[in-house]
């Protein structure tokens, strides 16, 4: 058996370390030493893509004349390349990514897969905390948000991501919401009590059960689709 190729590794401010590594011709992303992602299980990752989108897309009565969707974290770039492959043209896939070292490996070591996304017209890459970028957008700026950074609330990647669950930011994602506009997110498990924390702050949630590669067989991820209450 081949050995795994170390490619390259970020340590966070917190000392948490993000190292990407190759075996054969696939490619795993860990965290503090644990797969995080790779490129074989991918499904669940476009999926978040195809459910938040699906407004959206070119056949649909309520598309906008322009999209706009904001993707939190770019990981190995499959649900930036499944939400290109959805919203046709014109539109904007706006990608927020906290470490500089993953948006460059997408570019060099995975850009087989999906580095070309990142020159893509539509695509625009912004590095930064997704909690105070989120913080920088105008009321009613997107018609969709994508959300997977964390695995839950209560299994958090880095830990100054607990701010990303409390009442004012998730008033603030629901007031950057275009009407009819949803905030999806990727979870590795269903979480009964983020979902009723969404309902609180004024949410209507739809539960997905997802699979994490498309011959699985049993859908241990999930993925919930939130709507401003006030507007549905």
Request: neutral net charge; hydrophobic residues 40%; proline residues 7%.
């Amino acid at each position: 058996m081949k050995p795994y190729i170390d490619l390259g590794e970020s340590i966070m401010a917190d000392g948490t370390v993000f190292s990407l590594h190759q075996h054969d011709n696939d490619f795993y992303l860990k965290f503090n030493g644990f797969e995080l992602m790779s490129t074989i299980q991918t499904y669940s990752e476009e999926m978040l893509a195809d459910i938040g989108c699906k407004h959206i897309l070119p056949d649909k009565k309520t598309r906008p004349e322009h999209p706009s969707v904001l993707i939190g974290g770019l990981g190995l770039g499959f649900t930036l390349k499944r939400a290109l492959q959805l919203v046709g043209k014109p539109a904007t896939v706006e990608v927020a990514e906290l470490m500089p070292p993953l948006i460059e490996w997408n570019r060099t070591f995975l850009v087989e897969y999906n580095g070309p996304l990142l020159d893509d017209p539509r695509t625009k890459i912004t590095q930064g905390d997704f909690f105070d970028i989120i913080n920088s957008k105008s009321p009613a700026s997107f018609d969709v948000l994508l959300i997977d950074i964390d695995n839950t609330p209560d299994d958090l990647i880095t830990a100054g991501n607990f701010r990303m669950y409390s009442p004012a930011f998730l008033a603030k994602l629901k007031s950057i919401l275009k009407p009819g506009g949803c905030v999806t997110y990727w979870l590795s498990e269903p979480a009964p009590k983020f979902n009723k924390l969404l309902g609180k702050a004024g949410f209507n949630v739809e539960e997905h059960a997802a699979r994490p590669h498309i011959k699985a067989k049993r859908s241990r991820h999930c993925i919930y689709v939130a709507r401003d209450s006030a507007r549905t």
